[in-house]
């Protein structure tokens, strides 16, 4: 599951910085930059993989509920 890097303007907005800041640590701290950029992705796959368990509990729960009509 790849995911994309945030756009600037995210990154403007959450940490609450201008993009010569990104531009000046993206050339002069590249592994400040690659960090955030790395938690970023990670954030999103957490995210994803969360709305995944909540979308299978439905599901699961769903089935139970069929299920349980059926038996009574």
Known sequence: MSVSA???RKLENDLEINK?????????????YEFI???YKDKELLKK?????VEQRKSL???????AQRVL
């Open 6 to 8: 945030p756009s600037l």
């Open 20 to 32: 010569t800041t990104l531009h000046n640590w993206k050339k002069n701290r590249p592994k400040l």
């Open 37 to 39: 950029i790395e938690s």
């Open 49 to 53: 993989n969360l709305m995944y368990l």
């Open 61 to 67: 729960e769903n089935e139970i509920e069929i299920t």
